[in-house]
Structures are given as structure tokens and as C-alpha cells.
């Protein structure tokens, strides 16, 4: 049986936070050992809610250098810019024929999308799960280690290949959100009203680049109450919510402590925030650092990208040549 393949990317929207960090990064560094894997820096997908490109080749260079610093090595994964692989393009437009309007307007995201943009309805945010199948697809990649937000849209890459391959014949295999067995993660926003992201709810998302002192301001002010007034009452959400944080970043013993200081109704959720930033900042500050050293290496940035586009290229170039030949353009 052939390896399996991974693959995976993230926008460069912005600075990443610790959803990107435990929902995608954590298992992109503990993947790329076990399998071959490719991880992109998804600068097409950007432009369907950031048309401006002003900044993004500064992003493209950030998000580079935060996948490194959190520990990707790119001799060893396939590490590339999106827009550098004109054949996913090509893979783009054929499963765009394959994909039904009806079933684009129904994703969640989209739907999301179009009420915090409703100015910028485009149709690549309609078609967002189509180039993400062909992003995937193009390296017969069936592992994609994502965060919990992409569960639909990989429910959708498999109804695509379903159709692809009982069409053309079997080409691809079907993709899977992975997580090493265990459920697809979502790091909610500190303030509870939804995920950490890039782009939307900045300060109620711990960003890797943040100061530490920016950290322990975000987390002093996470809501809380005065704490249970009965042994063993469930926690309101705000409060698991910092538990859920905790788990992340602290350790065991930490997180045990407080969990039995609420069970028997001590808990001072102020000593809680201070220990959950301090525990952040531990966290981010040498991805912190790293990336900042490597941001500034421009010439090395250059290089990784110019590796990982050649090794993704010979994969892509190698899968339309069966693609093409399989829906019979070979003439
Ligand atoms: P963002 O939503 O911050 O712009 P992307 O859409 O670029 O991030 O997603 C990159 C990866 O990070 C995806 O695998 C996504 O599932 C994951 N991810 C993003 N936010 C979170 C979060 N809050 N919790 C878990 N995973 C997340």
C-alpha cells in the first residue's frame, strides 16, 4: 500500500494564535516525522476576504516564519506558497464542474462569511471549499491535520472526489480531517463568543507574536463571577472556557489544582488568570522569539519557498498528468 500523504495549510490573514498553534501546527510538526507531508501558506484563499494585497507578502513571510518557528522543518516537509502552484488552478476549474451551487450556499462558513462581509460576496468565497479540495487533491493527500472549523469543508472534499472519481475513474483518495485519532479541536476566543482567529475577535486571541505583557492584559480581562457557592456545580461556559485554555498551556498539576479549588468552591479565578497568562507567555515567547529572527531573514525565507515550491510542483505536475488523461483532455 502506498504512504499516506498529508497536507494542510494556513492563510496568511494575519498573525497566528494559538488556535492555528493547537488546532493545525501542533500536528503538521509531529506529522511531518511519520509521513511525507506538504504545508502551504493558503495566499489564494486569503483573497476572498482580503482583496487588498498591501500587506500580504509581508504575512506571506510571517506565516512562513511561524510555521518554522513552531517547529516545521522544511527539508523535511514540503513547505510552499499556494500561488506558486499554478496547477492548482487547473484542479480548481475542473472541480468547479463538479460542484453544485446549492451545496456551496449551504456551508456554514460561507454563510458566516457573508454576514461579516456582505459588501464582498464573491464568487471564490462561494467556491472556497472547491480550491481547498483541489489544494488537497493535487498531492493525493488523504491526511489533513485541521482545527474543528474545518470539518465541513472536508466533508465536502469527499463528496468532490466521490464525484470526480465515479466520473473519471478512481484517481483520488478521500480526505480525511485528522487529528490522531482523537476529535477535531477548537480553541475558543478568550471572551467565549466564538474560536481564536486571525482576522475577527483580536482581542480575545492570544496571537504568537504577542508581548507579554499584551498576554496577561488580554487574559486579566476574561470575564469571570465570584466563584460557586456549592461543591460540584457545573461550570457557566466563560468558566469552562478558561479551564479548556488551561488544559492547553498549563500543566497537569496546575490544571488539576484549580480544578479541585472550584469543585470545593475556593477557586479565585484572579490567581487562576495570572497563572493561565504566565503559562501563555512561557508558551509563546520562544515561538515569539524564533520568528522574529526568522522573519528577518528574508534571503532564507526566500530559499524555503523556492525548495517547496519545486518539490510541490513535481507533485502537482505529476497528478494533472493523471487527472488530464483521466477525464480524457489528452488530445
Ligand atoms: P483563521 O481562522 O485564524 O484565519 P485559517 O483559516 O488560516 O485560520 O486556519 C488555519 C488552520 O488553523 C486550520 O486548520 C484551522 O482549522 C485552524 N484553526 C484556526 N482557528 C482555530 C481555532 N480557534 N481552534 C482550532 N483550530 C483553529
Same mark, same amino acid.
Given at each position: 500500500m502506498e504512504a499516506k500523504i498529508v497536507m494542510s495549510g494556513i492563510r496568511p490573514t494575519g498573525f497566528l494564535h494559538l488556535?492555528?498553534?493547537?488546532?493545525?501546527?501542533?500536528?503538521?510538526?509531529?506529522?511531518?516525522?511519520?509521513?511525507?507531508?506538504f504545508f502551504m501558506v493558503a495566499d489564494l484563499h486569503s483573497l476572498t476576504t482580503h482583496p487588498d494585497t498591501k500587506e500580504l507578502k509581508e504575512n506571506v513571510h510571517r506565516v512562513l516564519a511561524e510555521n518554522i518557528a513552531c517547529g516545521i522543518d522544511p527539508n523535511q516537509a514540503t513547505l510552499y506558497c499556494q500561488s506558486h502552484i499554478p496547477e492548482t488552478s487547473e484542479l480548481y476549474l475542473y472541480l468547479?464542474?463538479?460542484?453544485?451551487?446549492?451545496?456551496?450556499?449551504?456551508?456554514?462558513?460561507?454563510?458566516?462569511?457573508?454576514r461579516l462581509q456582505p459588501e464582498n460576496v464573491n464568487a471564490g468565497l462561494l467556491t472556497y471549499p472547491v480550491l481547498q479540495t483541489a489544494d488537497i487533491i493535487l498531492h493525493r493527500?488523504?491526511?489533513?491535520?485541521?482545527?474543528?472549523?474545518?470539518?465541513?469543508?472536508?466533508?465536502?472534499?469527499?463528496?468532490?472526489?466521490?464525484?470526480?472519481?465515479?466520473?473519471?475513474?478512481?484517481?483520488?483518495?478521500?480526505?480525511?480531517?485528522?487529528n490522531?485519532?482523537?476529535?477535531?479541536?477548537?480553541?475558543?476566543?478568550?471572551?467565549?463568543?466564538?474560536?481564536?482567529?486571525?482576522?475577527?475577535?483580536?482581542?480575545a486571541t492570544?496571537?504568537? =507574536?504577542?508581548?507579554?505583557? $499584551? %498576554? /496577561?492584559?488580554?487574559? @486579566?480581562?476574561?470575564?469571570?463571577?465570584?466563584?460557586?457557592?456549592?461543591?460540584?456545580?457545573?461550570?457557566?461556559?466563560?468558566?469552562?472556557?478558561i479551564f479548556l485554555l488551561m488544559k492547553l498551556v498549563s500543566t497537569e498539576e496546575v490544571f488539576n489544582q484549580f480544578e479541585? =479549588?472550584?469543585?470545593?468552591? $475556593? %477557586? /479565585?479565578?484572579?490567581? @487562576?488568570?495570572?497563572?493561565?497568562?504566565?503559562?501563555?507567555?512561557?508558551?509563546?515567547?520562544?515561538?515569539?522569539?524564533?520568528?522574529?529572527?526568522?522573519?528577518?531573514?528574508?534571503?532564507?525565507?526566500?530559499?524555503?519557498m523556492e525548495q517547496g515550491a519545486a518539490k510541490a510542483r513535481q507533485s502537482a505536475k505529476s497528478t494533472m498528468e493523471i487527472v488530464r488523461h483521466s477525464m480524457g483532455l489528452n488530445y
Open positions: 488556535g492555528n498553534y493547537f488546532g493545525a501546527l501542533q500536528n503538521y510538526v509531529l506529522l511531518q516525522q511519520q509521513y511525507p507531508c468547479n464542474m463538479l460542484a453544485y451551487k446549492g451545496e456551496l450556499e449551504k456551508t456554514v462558513t460561507f454563510k458566516e462569511k457573508v493527500a488523504s491526511l489533513v491535520p485541521v482545527g474543528k472549523d474545518q470539518e465541513q469543508h472536508l466533508e465536502m472534499a469527499r463528496n468532490f472526489v466521490a464525484r470526480f472519481n465515479h466520473r473519471y475513474g478512481i484517481v483520488f483518495p478521500e480526505p480525511h480531517a485528522f490522531f485519532g482523537s476529535n477535531l479541536i477548537k480553541v475558543p476566543s478568550l471572551d467565549g463568543s466564538g474560536k481564536m482567529s486571525k482576522s475577527e475577535n483580536q482581542n492570544i496571537f504568537l =507574536a504577542d508581548e507579554d505583557e $499584551t %498576554i /496577561r492584559k488580554k487574559v @486579566m480581562r476574561v470575564k469571570t463571577d465570584n466563584g460557586p457557592t456549592s461543591e460540584q456545580t457545573p461550570k457557566p461556559d466563560y468558566i469552562e472556557n479541585v =479549588a472550584y469543585n470545593n468552591c $475556593t %477557586i /479565585r479565578y484572579g490567581d @487562576m488568570k495570572k497563572q493561565l497568562a504566565e503559562d501563555m507567555i512561557n508558551f509563546v515567547a520562544p515561538i515569539r522569539s524564533k520568528a522574529q529572527d526568522l522573519f528577518a531573514n528574508k534571503k532564507y525565507l526566500q530559499e524555503v
